[in-house]
């Protein structure tokens, strides 16, 4: 099938698209990390110039005051859930964000339309910075996977997953899935994050993603059988060697965050991820705009997903730390 026009969306990191009935629905970091945004298209490359509708904003204060990231948007039992992270403040303890999982719930056919119900916090059973919650059904259970650090494990972030009583209630103790331990995971910080899932066959994968924000971003998978217990760490297997890296010919740098989707036909597998096309970062990279949404067909062999390479951006993209409006328009 024809490339995708890349990037999809400008300045958006941590990108997610569900495609629900025809439709593709977009949100991602917004880059002033103060509000929760929605796009729609028929195509993926028609995002860039949708319409961006702003359906949850930070409140003034409490523990959804700041640093609001990585919104994922799905949809459970006919309604639509959003699950971010947020923080009561910028600042940091002991080295990490202070940040924890909330949920949204709209009852509407269009999430852009329709009222969102804050159902509050997450509750993990662990009380520490917490992040990227993503979900998805099989045979019959709801789950929920994302990252959070463990005070006895050195490291920022590691994957947990839980059965769920409802989609802002865990039904079951967390268990830990993977925790930083190779060398390509603990390159300026020791995180895994940014959990997403695929099934194909008889298999079931989680992707994720590790280290620093800039160029060492990268990233990893676990794998387990569709019939097994996805609660027993046990049944999955780690990947020893990342999976999506930088491409520095083709000037595509420190790709990861990913979700998936479905190509226009229904059947081919799309992975949507954030990229920088250069390496010139002034100050922190967490906070340098330019991760552009990209996205990416992906094929299946004996041993899984073959991700490739990122490719070379198609499309204008900025060159400066400048936000643009929510258009990308640069004239």
Not at 115 to 140: C, I, Q
Request: glycine letters at 8%; hydrophobic letters at 35%.
């Amino acid at each position: 099938m024809a490339e995708i026009p890349n990037p999809i969306v400008l300045q958006r990191a941590d990108p997610y698209v569900i495609r629900y009935k025809g439709t593709y629905y977009f949100t991602g970091s917004y880059p002033a990390f103060d509000r929760i945004a929605l796009r729609k298209a028929s195509r993926l490359e028609d995002l860039q110039r949708a319409e961006e509708v702003v359906i949850w904003e930070k409140h003034e204060t409490g523990p959804m005051s700041h640093l609001i990231w990585a919104p994922e948007l799905h949809r459970i039992q006919n309604k639509w859930y959003i699950y971010f992270g947020a923080a009561p403040n910028d600042g940091q303890s002991d080295d990490t964000f202070n940040h924890r999982i909330f949920c949204l719930e709209n009852e509407a056919e269009d999430p852009t339309t329709g009222t969102w119900v804050e159902r509050g916090k997450v509750e993990t059973g662990m009380d520490t910075f917490s992040l990227d919650a993503t979900s998805f059904e099989l045979n019959g259970s709801q789950y929920l996977v994302w990252g959070q650090q463990d005070l006895d494990i050195p490291g920022h972030s590691n994957l947990y997953i839980a059965r769920m009583e409802n989609p802002w209630t865990l039904a079951t103790t967390p268990v830990m899935l993977a925790k930083p331990e190779y060398d390509w995971e603990c390159i300026r910080f020791k995180v895994c994050e940014g959990p997403a899932v695929i099934t194909h066959g008889d298999r079931i994968y989680i992707t994720y993603s590790a280290s620093g924000t800039g160029p060492e971003y990268a990233m990893g998978m676990l794998t387990a059988d569709l019939d097994a217990d996805l609660l027993d760490a046990a049944s999955w297997s780690k990947s020893p060697n990342p999976v999506f890296t930088t491409n520095a010919e083709a000037h595509m740098y420190g790709p990861g965050h990913n979700s998936f989707t479905k190509a226009e036909d229904g059947v081919t597998d799309v992975m949507v991820y954030h990229v920088r096309n250069y390496t010139e970062i002034v100050g922190d990279p967490l906070y340098e705009p330019n991760r552009q949404a990209c996205a990416k067909t992906i094929s299946w062999g004996t041993e899984g997903p073959i991700f490739g390479k990122p490719e070379a951006m198609s499309r204008w993209t900025p060159t400066t730390t400048e936000v643009l409006p929510p258009d990308g328009s640069h004239e």
